[in-house]
């Protein structure tokens, strides 16, 4: 079920960054085990009645972790998952904690879905649709029910995506999510939250016989960093399958997500046509915070993003200042990086240095999405207000390939407002849609509000690189990105 709109979304892409995009992939994923004095261990084989004190004493559930308190010392505590296991659910991140992983194998995975669906018992054919199958989600109804962290409480559970992955363990396809009840062909799905039903469009037997593993994606975040929360760290982990992998809210401070893998987040309705999904989100005032040596992939949204936005009536305003993004791999995401706070909100002595961003715009969204638009799918879209960004810097990045933007920029290195661009390499293709710049709301000397800025040859790309990083490190016109 691969077509032209989205074969890059499934199949392999190639770029220009390759080999150092697998050699960063490499290093990440066999990224070794820290020690801690004072951990708890959870393993799938261990007892929420065991003290969790040593690996044979291990704890067993997520429930048991959220029962922890906070520590009382900055980076008391850890909690250690056994490699190799697999947890579902959310976290509630304590502050002064570290999660990690011990033991020999893969990182540990925690998954947003539930469960596995790949259970015939649960699919039922439709009464009066052939090819439709009901799933009932009845218990996804509720806002907190013990399992959930919703990111607001106020919203349903959601079915963002709907993930069907072989024998080998690898995503062959997932849902398109339609907003009602008109499903019509292969892996069309609709999730009526009012009689918590989930509708899908699959031709053939039953399809918990046609694939082994079907994950749902929820809507709530596997880790939550609460407001107040500080000191957190999130290590070595695999975060897969949720609305948000990491979620920051306002105040929340101290926060380090390093070595981790975060995959297939997103799709779910917050509102009436907004669908979120950001890898690692921080909200409002959050700062002291570190991300570094992550993979970061399939993001309907976000890869990571800074974001918030005060409201016009208060007096309130948000102000993210000391983050560092270094040396991740960003991939596939709709945004890899995204700078989105209102026009009253304040960032300062953020960087984003020796990051790997590819394939901008190749997601999951291209084929499960309606009601929004890919215009500014890009490596780097920074949208804020027009008070200045205090040494916001955006320097030696490998940007490989997007399928629209290299940037999606309101002041690029312009005005002294937006973030100082600068010493990145740049490998973009040619087609219709791909180019190194959109920018809107600009007034300044060399640039056009609301215009696109593109690249069909190298003396192009050059010269409108130029425009948002005078100090280029180097610039690749590699025409037609191939894919297996």
Same mark, same amino acid.
């Given at each position: 079920?691969?077509?032209?709109?989205?074969?890059?979304?499934?199949?392999?892409?190639?770029?220009?960054?390759?080999?150092?995009?697998?050699?960063?992939?490499?290093?990440?994923?066999?990224?070794?085990? +820290?020690?801690?004095?004072?951990?708890?261990?959870?393993?799938?084989?261990?007892?929420?009645?065991?003290?969790?004190?040593?690996?044979?004493?291990?704890? %067993?559930?997520?429930?048991?972790?959220?029962?922890?308190?906070?520590?009382?010392?900055?980076?008391?505590?850890?909690?250690?998952?056994?490699?190799?296991?697999?947890? +579902?659910?959310?976290?509630?991140?304590?502050?002064?904690?570290?999660?990690?992983?011990?033991?020999?194998?893969?990182?540990?995975?925690?998954?947003?879905?539930?469960?596995?669906?790949?259970?015939?018992?649960?699919?039922?054919?439709?009464?009066? *649709?052939?090819?439709?199958?009901?799933?009932?989600?009845?218990?996804?109804?509720?806002?907190?029910?013990?399992?959930?962290?919703?990111?607001?409480?106020?919203?349903?559970?959601?079915?963002?995506?709907?993930?069907?992955?072989?024998?080998?363990?690898?995503?062959?396809?997932?849902?398109?999510?339609?907003?009602?009840?008109?499903?019509?062909?292969?892996?069309?799905?609709?999730?009526?939250?009012?009689?918590?039903?989930?509708?899908?469009?699959? $031709?053939?037997?039953?399809?918990?016989?046609?694939?082994?593993?079907?994950?749902?994606?929820?809507?709530?975040?596997?880790?939550?960093?609460?407001?107040?929360?500080?000191?957190?760290?999130?290590?070595?982990?695999?975060?897969?399958?949720?609305?948000?992998?990491?979620?920051?809210?306002?105040?929340?401070?101290?926060?380090?997500?390093?070595?981790?893998?975060?995959?297939?987040?997103?799709?779910?309705?917050?509102?009436?046509?907004?669908?979120?999904?950001?890898?690692?989100?921080?909200?409002?005032?959050?700062?002291?915070?570190?991300?570094?040596?992550?993979?970061?992939?399939?993001?309907?949204?976000?890869?990571?993003?800074?974001?918030?936005?005060? *409201?016009?009536?208060?007096?309130?305003?948000?102000?993210?200042?000391?983050?560092?993004?270094?040396?991740?791999?960003?991939? %596939?995401?709709?945004?890899?990086?995204?700078?989105?706070?209102?026009?009253?909100?304040?960032?300062?002595?953020?960087?984003?240095?020796?990051?790997?961003?590819?394939?901008?715009?190749?997601?999951?969204?291209?084929?499960?999405?309606?009601?929004?638009?890919?215009?500014?799918?890009?490596?780097?879209?920074?949208?804020?207000?027009?008070?200045?960004?205090?040494?916001?810097?955006?320097?030696?990045?490998?940007?490989?390939?997007?399928?629209?933007?290299?940037? $999606?920029?309101?002041?690029?290195?312009?005005?002294?407002?937006?973030?100082?661009?600068?010493?990145?390499?740049?490998?973009?293709?040619?087609?219709?849609?791909?180019?190194?710049?959109?920018?809107?709301?600009?007034?300044?000397?060399?640039?056009?509000?609301?215009?696109?800025?593109?690249?069909? $040859?190298?003396?192009?790309?050059?010269?409108?690189?130029?425009?948002?990083?005078?100090?280029?490190?180097?610039?690749?016109?590699?025409?037609?990105?191939?894919?297996?």
């Amino acid at each position: 079920m691969v077509d032209s709109i989205n074969a890059g979304v499934y199949n392999e892409l190639h770029g220009h960054f390759d080999a150092e995009a697998a050699a960063m992939k490499e290093y990440i994923l066999n990224m070794p085990d +820290r020690t801690f004095k004072n951990a708890y261990y959870v393993s799938p084989n261990g007892d929420d009645a065991n003290d969790g004190r040593t690996p044979e004493t291990a704890w %067993k559930t997520l429930e048991r972790v959220n029962a922890l308190e906070d520590a009382e010392e900055f980076h008391q505590q850890a909690v250690l998952f056994e490699r190799g296991g697999v947890w +579902r659910g959310g976290i509630r991140a304590r502050s002064c904690t570290t999660y990690s992983a011990y033991g020999e194998g893969e990182k540990p995975r925690i998954y947003g879905s539930p469960k596995n669906f790949a259970d015939e018992s649960l699919w039922t054919p439709d009464e009066t *649709r052939e090819n439709v199958w009901k799933l009932s989600l009845a218990d996804w109804k509720g806002k907190f029910d013990g399992a959930f962290i919703n990111v607001r409480d106020h919203r349903p559970n959601d079915a963002g995506n709907v993930i069907f992955i072989d024998a080998q363990g690898e995503v062959v396809m997932c849902g398109k999510n339609h907003e009602n009840d008109d499903i019509e062909k292969d892996f069309d799905f609709h999730h009526d939250t009012e009689n918590g039903v989930l509708y899908l469009w699959l $031709s053939g037997d039953n399809p918990a016989k046609q694939y082994p593993q079907i994950e749902i994606v929820p809507n709530y975040a596997i880790f939550r960093c609460l407001e107040h929360h500080h000191h957190i760290t999130i290590d070595n982990l695999c975060l897969l399958y949720a609305n948000f992998g990491v979620s920051c809210s306002h105040t929340a401070h101290h926060i380090t997500v390093r070595g981790c893998e975060i995959g297939w987040i997103g799709g779910c309705f917050v509102g009436r046509r907004e669908r979120y999904g950001n890898g690692i989100e921080l909200y409002g005032d959050c700062n002291d915070i570190l991300i570094e040596d992550n993979w970061i992939y399939q993001c309907f949204d976000a890869g990571y993003s800074n974001q918030g936005r005060t *409201r016009h009536e208060t007096r309130i305003r948000f102000w993210q200042r000391d983050v560092m993004v270094q040396n991740n791999l960003i991939e %596939k995401c709709c945004y890899n990086l995204e700078i989105w706070i209102g026009r009253h909100d304040l960032m300062r002595d953020c960087v984003y240095r020796d990051n790997i961003l590819r394939f901008a715009g190749y997601n999951f969204e291209r084929f499960n999405r309606y009601g929004s638009s890919l215009r500014c799918a890009s490596h780097g879209c920074f949208m804020y207000s027009r008070k200045p960004l205090i040494n916001v810097l955006i320097m030696d990045n490998l940007m490989d390939y997007s399928y629209r933007h290299m940037f $999606s920029v309101a002041y690029p290195n312009v005005n002294g407002k937006g973030p100082q661009i600068f010493h990145n390499q740049y490998a973009q293709r040619d087609s219709d849609q791909a180019t190194v710049a959109y920018c809107w709301d600009i007034g300044d000397e060399g640039f056009v509000p609301e215009t696109t800025y593109y690249a069909h $040859s190298q003396e192009e790309m050059e010269a409108n690189i130029a425009l948002v990083d005078q100090q280029a490190r180097a610039v690749f016109f590699d025409g037609e990105a191939t894919h297996e």
